[in-house]
């Protein structure tokens, strides 16, 4: 069983940046990816980046050179955005899985832990 907090969430201008965090309690298994997505009012949740227990990376096509997702310490994962965009205003989530990346980014549904989610909001 493992916990998960995001934080970071803010409103921002378009072009502004942020970070946003992963907090993770609980055991970590040896393989894993941790991933963020995001889901927009009346919108499907989206994957838009994933790092594994590698340091393996994936990103969504719409977010590359944008987004970038780091391990900052043993216990917390961050997503980098800068160059907001109006379109990326979301709610963010972080989740967890027991397999590595394996190249690509994977649905919702493939994921076992997911925190609460932390709101982000780009004005133009």
């Known amino acids: 069983q493992v916990d998960l907090v995001e934080s970071g969430g803010k409103s921002v201008q378009s072009g502004g940046s942020l970070t946003l965090s992963c907090e993770v309690s609980?055991?970590?298994?040896?393989?894993?990816?941790v991933a963020w997505f995001r889901q927009a009012p009346e919108k499907e949740r989206e994957p838009v980046a994933a790092?594994?227990?590698?340091?393996?990376r994936a990103y969504a096509e719409s977010v590359k050179g944008r987004f970038t997702v780091s391990r900052q310490n043993p216990n917390t994962w961050d997503l980098e955005i800068t160059s907001l965009k109006p379109d990326d205003t979301a709610m963010y989530l972080c989740?967890?899985?027991?397999?590595?990346?394996?190249?690509?980014?994977?649905?919702?549904?493939?994921?076992?832990?997911w925190g609460q989610g932390t709101q982000v909001t780009v004005s133009s």
């Open positions: 989740a967890v899985r027991w397999w590595p990346i394996r190249g690509t980014l994977t649905e919702a549904s493939d994921y076992v832990y």
């Open positions: 790092i594994d227990s590698a340091g393996e």
């Open positions: 609980g055991r970590m298994y040896h393989e894993y990816s």
